[in-house]
């Protein structure tokens, strides 16, 4: 038993076609990983009734599972920071609720943070050795997005929207503040924090699995992810809002 925990976070929005499979693969891998561990759901707002089914299928201690989460819709990357005050981790996981990211994958990025002393360990689904099955669409944006990012900010990364992120917990508590985006550009705000701040950033290879017939990803969220980097373009290199 090594004497480190890790504190996975899973935010959740209408989660409940996945979230009882999802939480019972978590435990299953944690385990059996032999650190300390501890598994933080964040209800986002859900309409269906995704907390109260936690709720009527584990026993929260035994599980080592802390439901948290509050009434109204905010935003995947708000769901991520409210849940980081709860999270006593020396390190921080954040997962995605429907499994398209195995748990089972965290060896991988424990292993690769170790060996490469880095900070964060992000998945990556540009990386010449993941594999991803997508779609045409979902491709397109992620290949247009990677462009702009790279043009708007000369971020050391391949791919900052993949949702599995293993962190340093204290590297992640120092950021967190300055992380104001609430919905997905929160990803990218957060990388830029962190590589402003000196912290390390590495990516590791995903296997990735679309387990949702239809991505929920529509032409509103481009719109407002777009949005969002132009906020954090100006907090960059205007307001000067991460010095
Ligand atoms: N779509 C969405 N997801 C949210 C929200 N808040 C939290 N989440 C969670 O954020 C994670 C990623 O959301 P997904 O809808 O799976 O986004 P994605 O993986 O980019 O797209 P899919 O291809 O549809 O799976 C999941 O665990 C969601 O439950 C929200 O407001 N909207
Ligand atoms: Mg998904």
């Known amino acids: 038993m090594i004497n480190e925990k890790i504190s996975v976070i899973i935010p959740s929005f209408n989660e409940s076609n996945n979230i009882i499979n999802t939480l019972n693969e978590t435990k299953k891998v944690f385990a059996n990983l032999g650190y300390g561990y501890e598994i933080i759901v964040v209800d986002d707002g859900s309409k269906d009734g995704t907390a109260d ?20 819709n ?7 920071k409210y849940g980081i005050q709860f ?18 994958q965290i060896s991988k990025f424990l292993e690769t943070m170790i060996v490469s002393g880095a900070d964060a360990v992000i998945g990556s689904k540009k990386s010449k050795d993941s594999n991803v099955k997508y779609s045409f669409k979902r491709r397109l944006l992620s290949n247009g997005y990677y462009y702009l990012i790279k043009l708007l900010f000369g ?3 391949r791919d900052t929207q993949t949702g599995f992120k293993l962190f340093k917990g204290e590297a992640l508590k120092k950021c967190i503040s300055k992380v104001l985006i609430k919905r997905y550009a929160f990803d990218l705000e957060l990388l830029i924090v962190l590589h402003k ?24 969220d481009v719109f407002s992810v777009f ?17």
């Open 197 to 220: 701040n000196g912290y390390k950033i590495v990516e590791c290879p995903v296997e990735v699995m679309q387990s949702r017939s239809a991505g929920r990803i529509g032409f509103r």
């Open 53 to 72: 089914l936690i709720q009527k299928n584990f026993d929260f201690k035994s599980d080592k599972i802390i439901v948290a989460g509050y009434s109204l």
């Open 87 to 104: 999270a006593g981790g020396d390190y921080i996981l954040f997962m995605d609720a429907d499994l398209d990211l195995h748990p089972k």
């Open 74 to 80: 905010l935003g995947k990357g708000n769901a991520l």
């Open 155 to 157: 971020l050391p990364v």
């Open 227 to 243: 949005n969002d980097t132009i906020k954090i373009f100006n907090r960059l290199y205007f307001r000067k809002f991460y010095d």
